[in-house]
C-alpha cells in the first residue's frame, strides 16, 4: 500500500499527517527542478533526498515524492550565497532567469522563460501582492519576508493554477518562515559589503528570537535592516547606474496550541522601504525617490482530526509607494493596493492509497489610483478547487486537480491539471504532466475608465480584456544513487492571448515633452510557444568535495512575428565546486548567460564567477567572506542592449551567531 510521507521540519508546514505516500517521486521531482546545485550541494551526503516541500500538493512530502518539478533552498544555502534578498538567494536555482526591468537595475524573476508577472510569490503559503505590472517596472513583490525571517524557499516549476489560481502560469516560489521553538533561541547576522568605488556598499543585518511563553503558547520575532547606497553610473556619475535601497522589516507570530493537533497563528509584518537614484530629465538632474510601505495581517487555524486534516485562514495585505522628485521634476502620482481575503481546506484519506483534497479561497483587491474613475476601483477573487492523489499501484502515484475562478469582471476560468509519477526501481523515476494555468488582467488593464498619462506615453484600460492561459505538457527522468543525482525534463508550453499594449495613435509633442506621445490601449494581441529542456546533477567526491550544476536550453517564439521572445536567454548554465570539512566550507560558483533579444537588439553572452568561504568559530559563531562577480563584469561596456546592470566585483562579510 502506498503511504504519503508525514516527514516534518522546523520550518512553517501543512501539519497534515498524510495517509498515503507516493512512491518515491524524487527522481521524477528533482528530475527537472529539484537539485538546484545553488541550494543542494553544500549538503551533506544524501541530505536532500529527504528534504520536504508543501508547495506542490499543499501538504508536507519528501521532495522525491512530490508531483512536480521542484527545489528547496535552504536558510544555510542562503546565508553560504550571502544573499540579502529572495531574488538573490534563488538565481541559481534550475529553471530561473532574471528578466531586466529597465529601471534602477532592477529585475524580475522568470521561470522556465516566462515573464516575472507570470511567476506566483506566496509568503508561507500565502500570495502577498505582486507589484509587478501594476506598479510599472517593479520588483517589490520579493521583499515580503527578508532573509533573517526565512526558513526555506520552495519553487514549483510550471502550472500551479489549480491550488493557487492566478499569476502562476510559470510556477510559483513560497517562502516558508520560521515557527517558533519549544525552548528559548535566537540568531544574529551582521553583514557589511564593499564594491568598487561609485557607490553600491551595503551595511544589514538582522535578528531572530522564538520560544515559549508558557505550555501552550509560542512567539516567534524577526527583524531586518539593510542600507545599501547607490552605484553611480560610470560614463556620469551624477547619475545612478542601481538604485539604492533603505529597508526595516518586522515580523511577529504568536501560536497557541490549546489542545493537541490544533493550533491558532496571529501574525503581523511590516516593512519600510525607499528607493533612490540621480536621474535627467530635461537636462535637469534630480534625485529621484520611492517610497515603499507594505503591511499585512493574518489569522489561522489548524486542525488535526486523526484521519483529516483542516485550515481556515483570514488575512489582510495593504501595499503603497509613493514618489518624490527634486528641483521641481514632477514626481509619478502614488498607488496603493489593498487585498482583503479568507481561505480554507480540508484534506483526508480514501482508504489507504488515496489522499482527497477540497478548497476555496476568496479575496477582494482594491486600487487607488488617480488614473481611475473615482480614483480606485475593486475587484473579487472566488475560487473552488479539488485534488485528488491516487496511488495505483506501489511505485506509480497519479496527482489529478482541477479549480474554478471567478473574477467579478472578466467572468470564470478553469484550469485543470493530472500528473503521473513512476519509480522505476530504487535508482529510476519517470513522471510528466499537463497542466493549465492563468493570470487575471490587473485593474489598470481591464477597467474600461482608466487613463495613464505619465510620462512620455498614455495607456488605457481594456473592458473587453481576457485573462492569459497556458497549456504545459513535460516529461522528466530523474537518477540517484551512491552520492550521484541527475535529472532532465523537456517541457512545451503555450501561452495564449498574452495581454500587452496596442499602438492607437500618435500625437504631437506636448507639455513640454521633445517627443510626440504615443497612445495605448491594453489588448490580448501576442501569442507565444516556449520549448525547453532542463537539467541538473550533482556529484559528491569524498572528503568533504562536492561538484554541482544545471542548465536550461529555451526555444521561444512570438507566433504573431515569428520572433524569439524578448529578455530570454537561450542558454543559462550554473556550476558550483565546493568543499566542507568540519568547521570550514569554500565554494566557487560560475554563471554563463546566453545570448538574448532585448527590445530587438541582440546582447551577447556573459560569464559571471563567485567565490565564498566560511568558518565556524564555534557552535554559536560563524564568519562568512564573498567575492561577487570576480572579474568585474560590466554589461553597459559588452552592448548598449543591455537595459539592466549586474552589481560590480564585490568583496562582502558577515558574522552569523546563534543562542
Known sequence: MLKLSSARTSGRHDDSKAPIRPAPLYGALLALAGLAPAAGLAAEDGQRLSEVVVTATQREQAIRDVPAAASVVTREDIRSSGADNVLGAIRETPGIGLLGRSVGGRKTMSL???????????????????TDDWVGHSD?????????????????????????????????????????ADHWQGSVRLSGSDARAGGGDAVGGGVHLSGPLGETLRIGLSATHLDRDPLELKENRRLSEIEGTKMDAGHLLLSWAPLAGHTFDLEHRVADEERTRQQVSGGTYYRDLYDIERSQSIATWKGNWGEVDSQLRVWESDFSVKSKRTNGVTPTRPQSMEERGVDGRVGFGIGSAQHLTIGFDARKEEMKNAGLAGGKDDATHKALYLQDEIGLSDSVMLTLGVRHDRHSIFGGETSPRAY????????????????????APTLKQISPNYEGHEGPHSFYGNGDIKPETSRSVEFGVAYAHDGIEWEATVFHNDVKDLITTRLLRVTPPSGGLPIPRRHYLYDNVDEARIIGVETAAKWQLGRGFYLGGNAQWLDTKDKETGDELNGRSRILLNARAGWKQGPWDAVLRAEHIGRQYLDGDRAPSYNLLHASAGYRINEHLGVSLGVDNLTDVRLAEKSEAFSYSETPRTLRVSLHGSF
Open 112 to 130: 522556465r522563460g516566462m515573464d516575472g508577472k507570470h511567476t506566483l510569490y506566496l509568503v508561507d503559503g500565502l500570495r502577498v501582492i505582486a
Open 140 to 180: 517589490y513583490q520579493y521583499d515580503w519576508a527578508p532573509v533573517d525571517d526565512v526558513e526555506r524557499i520552495e519553487v514549483v516549476r510550471g502550472p500551479m493554477s489549480v491550488l493557487y489560481g492566478s499569476d502562476a502560469l510559470g510556477g510559483v516560489v513560497n517562502t516558508i518562515t520560521r515557527r517558533p
Open 420 to 439: 503521473l509519477v513512476w519509480h522505476v526501481d530504487d535508482r529510476w523515476t519517470v513522471r510528466g504532466g499537463y497542466g493549465e494555468g492563468f493570470r
